[in-house]
Nanobody
Framework: QVQLVESGGGLVQAGGSLRLSCAAS????????MGWFRQAPGKEREFVAA????????YYADSVKDRFTISRDNAKNSVYLQMNSLKPEDTAVYYC??????????????????WGQGTQVTVSS
């Protein structure tokens, strides 16, 4: 069974930074594209960023481009989301997602087979 565990969320002031981490239990993590999504209260879950199997290709939602950076360390079975210049509208539960062995990145909810439990990010104004 695949397990994804996010960490690093918290409360931060606008303009601040946070780094989210996601640890994966799956043995074949290194062959799978990974993604980050978020869901604000009363809103649908939305795409944030994605990275392919070896980190050579990344893709971002327009709303976070140039502020967030996704990266991965296959030796540690982990994926990260560095979030800078945070805004109140970034407040949401952030979820890590695994494409389950598909190596190229995806930006849709349906592209991902496994999900973490989420970590809360709150940005105060």
């Amino acid at each position: 069974q695949v397990q994804l565990v996010e960490s690093g969320g918290g409360l931060v002031q606008a303009g601040g930074s946070l780094r989210l981490s996601c640890a994966a239990s799956r043995r074949t993590f290194s062959t799978s594209a990974m993604g980050w999504f978020r869901q604000a209260p009363g809103k649908e879950r939305e795409f944030v960023a994605a990275i392919n199997w070896n980190g050579g290709s990344t893709y971002y939602a327009d709303s976070v481009k140039d502020r967030f950076t996704i990266s991965r360390d296959n030796a540690k079975n982990s994926v990260y989301l560095q979030m800078n210049s945070l805004k109140p509208e970034d407040t949401a539960v952030y979820y890590c997602a695994d494409r389950g062995g598909v190596s190229w990145l995806g930006a849709s909810l349906g592209d991902y087979n496994y999900w973490g439990q989420g970590t809360q990010v709150t940005v105060s104004s």
